[in-house]
């Protein structure tokens, strides 16, 4: 596949680092998802090309807050894309946290 193809702006850092595609991969995704619906489809990342999204990502720059979105929304926005994959959260917690 042809990097350029590929949807950079969903992808989490190890994806592209390391080309790992793992459940906490999507996990990472699912935090750019939600940010889109909090959104109302704005594209992230839009301003940034594949490499200068990576050094950003690698120097710790997230997706800003967006107006219409709660401190709690944005925070688990944010633990989508820990660095750590480890770190973030799995599917069924957020689903605990968020279903209940």
């Known amino acids: 596949m042809n990097k350029n193809c590929l949807p950079y702006q969903w992808m989490a850092l190890e994806s592209f680092t390391r080309k790992e595609f793992t459940v906490e991969s999507d996990v990472w995704s699912f935090g750019v998802v ?3 619906i ?3 489809g704005d594209t992230p990342y839009v301003d940034m090309k594949e490499t200068e999204l990576i050094n950003a990502l690698k120097g710790g720059r997230r997706m800003k ?12 926005i ?8 480890r770190s973030r959260p799995t599917f069924s917690t957020l689903s605990k946290n968020y279903m209940t």
């Open 34 to 36: 939600l940010y889109e």
């Open 38 to 40: 909090i959104t109302r």
């Open 65 to 76: 807050k967006p107006d219409s979105c709660g401190k709690l929304l944005y925070e688990t």
């Open 78 to 85: 944010l633990s989508c894309s820990k660095t750590d994959p």
